[in-house]
């Protein structure tokens, strides 16, 4: 509806902008004709299926006339098999107090809710998911505005609070986390990233004195907290020793993984505000931030951005992981392309990445192949931290989020790769709705190829967007033109998913990148399996993957339209 | 590539200003200060009386600009440059909105101001950044260095030229240019993390380390000397907008021109603590100690726990020599916040002062186990636990003196402190 109202208008902003074209002899330089973007929008179809699924809990912020901060950033997901029964199921985490569900999916594909059964009641702003003890299940780590919880799953997706035992309950405003093994132990460590020291006695106003949510610059950064895994049987902050606490910024968003192909994993941090982190691994426990000089930590103008979410991904296919980040109203989203000097270049504007984002505050991310052509498409979700200079929302209008934040309300974004640049395919419901959209994950939720996504919503229901390639066939109408392929990679000797594996397939098309992680994004977690679409092609030739542990195996190829396990010590060491 | 910034953009303008009508773009002012509601209560009453006036139409923009009413500044701005064609500050001024929306729609903008000012380097540095954030990179350098023909003085222009040098991998000249950018505006960390970075770049890493270590002392805070922008901005009358303002003349040492702001945004409201602590900060800084004193007091009185304003008013207290007062108030910012190394050492000072030689030693010790950081408290603890150990050799206490001189060693070693080899030599001397 607001994109129909704005289509009204149109003529007469024109009108306005042609009114003011300088004359011939204006003595301005002449300009160039922008560049030709995509010239088609390639018709990628989600449809919302969430009043079917079985979900209809609210997600609840908490806010109210004080404007509590957190009720504004918070809205988690994991997207996770967390029963073991080789399904997805949901966990939605909620800043107010017992908002947090967990939604286990049945066999028909519905989700019931099974929040109190499981032991997951409470609140948080994000979580991470991993096996964190290696016996074989996905154990859950919530971040909250105090302490942090950890959970750890009997296998049948019962989970045991064990936040006391493990030293895991990180004080302060913990945001996203991370998991990773950066000592090569077989055992995942995590990294938390904290906000802020957030005061709710801090009053912050806008627009002539109107009261409104604070921004980060109100308070105090926090340092970040490493957490080394003893083990599987506890953690240790080493958060000092590793040289993580030298900074204390703003942090939101957080991707672990091998930045620089030197054999270590590295961690990127998207802060609010604050410039953001490129932690590189020295290799002996200690961490560099080289954000600055690899040209990661602020935007081709130097300018730091207000960093939420991150999406990370082989955008350009050239073989390493690109990052994106999305900020604030009135700043672009931005695009890091991996240059692998080593460092990064801001190629928002080569990309067409800019101009979408310009008019929305971005949260969760995620690049994932939406399309199954083959190259890395991007979903944004969105929704305003403080009240927008014009409200899209019609109050009472069937597009219209819950009252107070008829200001604050945002439509999501597809963007849909067109060899290298971006367009926005978000004009068709439902890119359209309204709402405050913070964690996004893409997973496969019925298991027919394609990624579905998941988003969490302030206020309203997390929204289930079920993707449509596979019905209905890619960019032609053609079924054959999306093949697909997932892989999971396993090491037997943990017992678990090799998380941050690097795989490298040989396509008809060239290679592809993958890596074992999740999807990185905002406040949540997803599924560690990796999603290739493969277009036309009936298969690939062949798969190399770098280990964590920094073991280089080759294995034999695999014919599309499948999930393929790839099992550590099985292949042919390079 | 997408409609939605342009419409968005302008849908105020078209709402508010209907075929044939003249409509006044109106905010929403519910719970704005009152001096806000004033003021656009009596710039309305300018309007309705005067209609035709652009100039009227474009003081209006600019206070809605100053407080944030975006798009109805780009309504007022719009009818104001319509009235008065020849006006360059209502074409660029909506320019500069419309660009926080869609660089592309502002560039028609931007050449229309241009064309009636050509000479506004501030106008053609903005139209060039436009190009660039629309990637007509050869255009936008043309723009640059046009502008800085015009002004070679204007930092953003040599910026600019630096920027896409970067972009093109051109980081020699790159280097060259940001520079030259840098030199002129010390303060701008914009310009200083992009040399550090185009330093990398052209294979000097050394050097771009030590200026992004020096960078992360400036602020985020990107001054233009654009006076026509900067009008707008002057027009803000909410009280967090004179602390705006007061801060980015502190920035530049202008703390005249910020305590001026800080007393009018006190005379509108004088209940909020931030703007008297701020003032407190300004007064010191202007050698005021008094002033900055009795400020403080007040920060403090409306918001005990405002960040900084304890340890500020005990650092006040103790400057004007009451002991008693600076020593109860550091006790209470160390209740605030524990790990405060610095109030840490006042309470040592005072207690030394006074002879209580236990409590010094003590919080001492507290200190030492904090391990600062910050060099300027590390070399204050480090100072002070040698003072001390030499008043405990003088009264006979040697190994007690050497104590406090380990300490000291301990830290000036940890930061590769010159100060290490003396105390090296003299901790020999004291356990001999």
């Known amino acids: 509806m607001a994109r129909n109202r704005a289509a009204r208008v149109a003529g007469l902003v024109l009108a306005i902008a042609s009114a003011c074209s300088a004359p011939p002899d204006s003595g301005v330089a002449p300009a160039e004709a922008p560049g030709a973007g995509p010239e088609a929008t390639p018709a990628v179809r989600f449809v919302d299926v969430t009043a079917e699924s079985g979900i209809d809990q609210v997600l609840p912020s908490g806010t109210d006339s004080t404007y509590p901060m957190p009720a504004v950033m918070g809205g988690g997901l994991a997207v996770f098999d967390a029963d073991g029964d080789g399904d997805l199921d949901l966990y939605v985490v909620a800043p107010a107090a017992g908002g947090n569900r967990f939604y286990v999916q049945q066999e028909d594909g519905h989700f019931t809710d099974a929040t109190t059964a499981a032991g997951l009641e409470g609140d948080g702003m994000g979580c991470a998911v991993g096996d964190l003890d290696n016996d074989g299940d996905l154990d859950l780590y919530v971040t909250r505005v105090g302490p942090d919880r950890l959970f750890l799953n009997d296998g049948k997706g019962v989970f045991a609070d064990r936040s006391a ?11 996203s986390a991370a998991l990773l093994d950066y000592d090569r132990d077989g055992y995942l460590d995590l990294y938390v990233a904290r906000y802020v020291a957030f005061d709710p006695a801090r009053v912050c106003s806008q627009h002539g004195g109107r009261r409104d949510f604070c921004g980060p610059t109100e308070f105090e950064g926090l340092s970040d907290i490493l957490l080394h895994n003893l083990g599987g049987n506890g953690f240790e902050n080493v958060s000092a020793v590793a040289g993580i606490n030298a900074v204390e910024d703003a942090g939101l968003g957080v991707v672990a993984a091998d930045f620089d192909h030197d054999g270590e994993v590295d961690i990127y941090v998207a802060n609010d505000a604050d410039p953001n982190n490129l932690w590189i691994h020295q290799g002996s426990g200690r961490f560099l931030d080289d954000g600055v000089l690899q040209g990661a930590a602020f935007n081709r103008w ?29 700043e672009t989203n931005t695009y890091y392309r991996n240059l692998m000097l080593p460092g990064f270049e801001d190629a928002t504007i080569d990309t067409e990445l800019g101009a979408a984002s310009l008019d929305l505050t971005g949260f969760g991310a995620a690049f994932f192949d939406a399309d199954n052509d083959g190259d890395l498409d991007l979903a944004v979700a969105n929704g305003a931290v403080k009240r927008r200079p014009s409200a899209l929302a019609t109050p009472g209008g069937v597009d219209a989020p819950p009252a ?13 790769n067109d060899e290298g640049r971006f367009a926005d395919a978000s004009a068709q419901p439902p890119w359209t709705e309204l709402g405050l959209s913070r964690a996004l994950v893409p997973a496969d939720l019925d298991r027919d190829g394609d990624l579905d996504l998941v988003i969490a919503n302030l206020d309203g229901a997390p929204r289930i967007l079920r993707n449509l390639t596979i019905d209905t066939g890619s960019v032609s109408d053609e079924p054959a033109a999306a093949n697909w392929l997932q892989v999971r990679a396993f090491d037997p000797r943990l017992g678990r998913e090799a998380l941050g594996a690097r795989i490298t397939v040989r396509t008809p098309d060239g290679p592809r990148l993958l890596h074992a992680l999740p999807p990185g994004s905002y406040l949540s977690a997803g599924p560690a399996t990796a999603h290739l679409g493969l277009g036309a092609a009936e298969g690939v030739q062949g798969f190399e993957v770098v280990w964590p542990d920094g073991l280089t195996e080759r294995f034999a190829g695999a014919a599309a339209n499948q999930v393929v396990e790839i099992i550590r010590g099985e292949g042919q060491p390079k | 590539m997408t409609a939605r910034p342009l419409n968005v953009l302008l849908l105020a303008a078209a709402t ?18 009152p001096a806000v509601r004033q003021r656009f209560a009596s710039l309305q009453a300018d309007l309705r009386a005067d209609p035709g006036n652009g100039d009227a139409w474009g003081r209006y923009g600019m206070a809605l600009e100053a407080h944030t009413f975006t798009d109805e500044a780009i309504a007022a701005y719009g009818r104001a440059h319509e009235l008065s064609p020849r006006m360059f500050r209502w074409p660029y001024l909506l320019a500069a909105l419309a660009d926080e929306r869609s660089a592309a729609d502002s560039l028609p903008l931007y050449r229309a101001a241009l064309a009636i000012d050509p000479d506004y380097a501030p106008a053609r540095v903005r139209l060039a950044e436009a190009l660039e954030r629309t990637g007509q990179f050869d255009a936008a350098n043309r723009e640059y260095a046009w502008a800085a023909r015009l002004d070679p003085a204007n930092a953003h222009a040599h910026a600019g030229l630096g920027r896409l040098a970067l972009a093109d991998g051109d980081a020699e000249a790159a280097v060259r240019h940001l520079s030259r950018a840098r030199e002129l505006a010390a303060e701008n960390r914009s310009f200083a993390v992009t040399l550090a970075q185009a330093y990398a770049r052209a294979g000097n890493r050394q050097r771009g380390q030590q200026i992004a270590a020096a960078a992360r002392s400036l602020g985020r805070i990107n001054y233009r000397n654009d006076p026509v922008r900067s009008s707008v901005h002057d027009l803000a009358l909410d009280a967090r907008s004179y602390l705006r303002r007061a801060n980015a003349h502190r920035v530049h ?32 800084a202007s ?13 403090y009185e409306q918001h005990p726990e405002l ?26 910012a160390l209740r605030l916040d524990a790990g405060d190394v610095s109030m840490m050492l006042l309470v040592a000072l005072v207690s030394a002062e006074r002879g209580d030689v236990v409590r010094t030693v003590e919080v001492l010790d507290r200190a030492y186990r904090e391990r600062p950081q910050d060099p300027v408290t590390r070399e204050g603890l480090i100072r002070l636990l040698t003072n001390v150990g030499e ?24 930061a590769g402190s010159p100060e290490a080899a003396g105390l090296r030599r003299r901790l020999a001397q004291v356990r001999r």
């Open chain 1, 165 to 175: 035992a493990w030293d895991a309950a990180v004080p302060g405003w913990s945001s």
């Open chain 1, 302 to 330: 130097g300018n730091s951005e207000a960093g939420m979410g991150i999406a990370a991904g082989d955008a350009d296919l050239d073989l390493d992981l690109d990052l994106f980040v999305t900020h604030l109203i009135t």
């Open chain 1, 404 to 416: 107070f934040w008829s200001e604050y309300a945002e439509p999501n974004l597809l963007l849909v």
């Open chain 2, 16 to 33: 508010v200003v209907p075929a044939g009508a003249q409509q006044i773009p109106t905010p929403r002012l519910d719970g704005a200060e």
């Open chain 2, 253 to 284: 040492g202008e703390f005249d021109l910020a305590e001026r702001e800080l007393r009018a945004g006190i005379e509108v409201d004088g209940a909020r603590p931030e703007l008297h602590f701020a003032l407190a900060e300004v007064l010191a």
């Open chain 2, 287 to 299: 050698g005021d100690p008094a002033g900055s004193l009795a400020a403080a007091r007040r920060a």
């Open chain 2, 307 to 332: 960040e900084g304003v304890a340890p500020f008013l005990a650092r006040a207290l103790f400057q004007t020599g009451d002991l008693s007062g600076a020593l109860a108030m550091a006790e209470e």
């Open chain 2, 391 to 414: 008043a405990m050799v003088g009264s006979g206490l040697p190994d007690a003196a050497a104590g406090q001189f380990e300490k000291a060693l301990d830290l000036a070693e940890e």
